[in-house]
């Protein structure tokens, strides 16, 4: 059945799980034709490196086709059309709809009115559910397991939908969260309220020290998102308050890894990228094989159908 992905908050443990279990046969084998015949819009109404061009690859690999737009400037919404007119056109020419917007509820929204499946690729401050996939799919890569890590999650965790999305979706197994940021960008409280209905573990520091970081199994890095700011003179003021240096992991456990969603800006040192702690590439060609998943599934096709799959390109 074609289903919409707008939140992780949905997704059952079963349901993660099986994405999970499908990405990892999409690593094993990218090159397929599950997908030959189908279109798939890709709707950017704000930047991105990874997402688009992740689901994009995703799709090309799987034979489909791709339109879209990258810049909201050159489509008729400039001209005043809403957002519902265009999903109601796109969803005329694609199978399936891939949009990131910078407003928060916009993907819901989109879901609600599309003829045909929509992907959230990210609402404001508000969700970013394939990151998420990617990033469960990095953690159990490696660490072997969802359950019972701690999860260390720094920098802007007000504005951050990566660090929002991860932690509703980490609630099925048992994490114990760290919150490190400051004071300005600290996990608002209805994520905090979130934990507490269920009885999910954390703790709040500003120190981020060697000391610290020894107790992480991840540590999950996120920039200060200076377009989420209205006063840019806070952002100045909290845009390097946390940053990661290879002298700081001199304690860290031997497989913690360093995740980040990325883009960076200055929050890892450069000479951090030669640790075996640092992940952040990796996590980010992961994103390929949950984003092959997430469309296999959001247009029907089974776990079943895609270890049966004969149409593997060597
Ligand atoms: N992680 C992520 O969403 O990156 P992009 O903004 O480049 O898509």
């Known amino acids: 059945m074609a289903e919409s992905l707008v939140t992780i908050a949905n997704l059952?443990?079963?349901?993660?799980?099986?994405?999970l279990e499908m990405a990892q046969e999409f690593e094993k084998h990218p090159n397929r034709k599950l997908l030959d015949g189908r279109v798939v819009a890709t709707l950017f109404f704000e930047p991105s490196t990874r997402t688009r061009l992740s689901f994009e690859t995703a799709a090309s690999r799987l034979g489909a086709r791709v339109i879209g737009f990258t810049d909201p400037k050159v489509t008729s919404s400039t001209k005043g059309e809403t957002l519902k007119?265009?999903?109601?056109?796109?969803?005329?020419?694609?199978?399936?709809?891939?949009?990131?917007?910078?407003?928060?509820?916009?993907?819901?929204?989109?879901a609600e009115v599309s003829p045909v499946p929509v992907v959230?690729?990210?609402?404001?401050?508000?969700?970013h559910p394939t990151q998420t996939m990617l990033d469960l799919y990095s953690i159990k890569k490696t660490q072997g397991t969802?359950?019972?890590?701690?999860?260390?999650?720094?920098?802007?965790?007000?504005?951050?939908?990566?660090?929002?999305?991860?932690?509703?979706?980490?609630?099925?197994?048992?994490?114990?969260?760290?919150f490190i940021a400051p004071r300005e960008l600290a996990m608002p409280e209805e994520y905090k309220l979130y934990c507490d209905a269920r009885g999910i573990k954390y703790v709040e520091h500003e120190d981020f020290n060697e000391d610290v970081i020894s107790g992480a199994d991840i540590l999950y890095m996120t920039r200060v998102q200076r377009e989420r700011f209205t006063d840019l003179m806070e952002y100045e003021r909290v845009k390097d308050v946390y940053i990661l240096r290879e002298n700081m992991l001199a304690k860290a456990k031997e497989n913690m890894r360093i995740l980040h969603p990325l883009p960076r800006v200055n929050e890892i040192a450069y000479d951090v990228d030669a640790s075996p702690h640092a992940y952040y590439f990796e996590q980010a060609r992961n994103g390929l094989y949950a984003r092959e998943a997430i469309l296999c599934n959001a247009l029907g096709i089974t776990l079943d159908e895609v270890r049966a799959d004969q149409t593997i390109i060597l």
């Open 85 to 110: 007119d265009t999903i109601m056109m796109v969803g005329n020419y694609a199978d399936i709809i891939v949009m990131r917007h910078y407003l928060e509820g916009a993907a819901r929204y989109a």
């Open 146 to 178: 969802l359950e019972n890590l701690n999860i260390y999650m720094v920098g802007d965790l007000k504005y951050g939908r990566t660090v929002h999305s991860l932690l509703q979706a980490m609630r099925h197994y048992n994490p114990t969260f760290h």
């Open 12 to 19: 059952t443990r079963e349901k993660i799980d099986y994405l």
């Open 120 to 127: 959230n690729a990210g609402d404001g401050a508000n969700q």
